[in-house]
C-alpha cells in the first residue's frame, strides 16, 4: 500500500488550508483514486533525478531517459523529503510524484 502526503503551502500557489488541505487539484491533496490509477499505469512513469528542491514546493527534475528538465510544485514543503541527486519517477499524465513508496501530488509546469 502506497503511503500519501499533503502539507503546507508557498506563497506562489497557496492553500490555505496548509496540512489539512482536502483539494484534489494538482499540487495538492492526493486522492485515493488518482493513486490507483497512476500506480496502474506502468507506462506512464518517467524516471528522473532531483536536481534542486526549495521550501517552497517547487522541484527542478531531469529524467534519465531523454534528460529532459521539468519543473513540478507541490504545496508540501519535500526540502525533508528530497535532496538533489535523489531518484524518483513521475507519472506527468495523473500528476504523480514517486519517492520510495510515498506519493505525492504535483503541478508540473
Request: overall charge negative; aromatic content about 8%.
Given at each position: 500500500m502506497?503511503?500519501?502526503s ?5 506563497a ?5 488550508l496548509?496540512?489539512?488541505?482536502s483539494?484534489?487539484?494538482a499540487g ?8 490507483e ?7 506512464g512513469?518517467?524516471?528522473?533525478v532531483?536536481?534542486?528542491v526549495?521550501p517552497?514546493?517547487w522541484?527542478?527534475?531531469?529524467t ?11 504545496h ?8 538533489p541527486?535523489?531518484?524518483?519517477a ?6 504523480v ?5 510515498f506519493?505525492?501530488?504535483v503541478?508540473?509546469?
Amino acid at each position: 500500500m502506497n503511503q500519501r502526503s499533503t502539507v503546507a503551502a508557498p506563497a506562489t500557489h497557496s492553500c490555505f488550508l496548509g496540512a489539512d488541505c482536502s483539494w484534489i487539484g494538482a499540487g495538492h491533496a492526493m486522492a485515493f483514486a488518482q493513486d490507483e490509477i497512476a500506480s496502474a499505469d506502468e507506462s506512464g512513469w518517467r524516471d528522473t533525478v532531483v536536481d534542486a528542491v526549495t521550501p517552497g514546493g517547487w522541484l527542478a527534475l531531469t529524467t534519465v531517459d531523454t534528460t529532459e528538465r521539468m519543473t513540478a510544485w507541490n504545496h508540501s514543503d519535500l526540502v525533508s523529503a528530497l535532496s538533489p541527486g535523489d531518484p524518483v519517477a513521475i507519472n506527468v499524465e495523473r500528476h504523480v510524484l514517486a519517492v520510495g513508496e510515498f506519493r505525492f501530488n504535483v503541478l508540473v509546469v
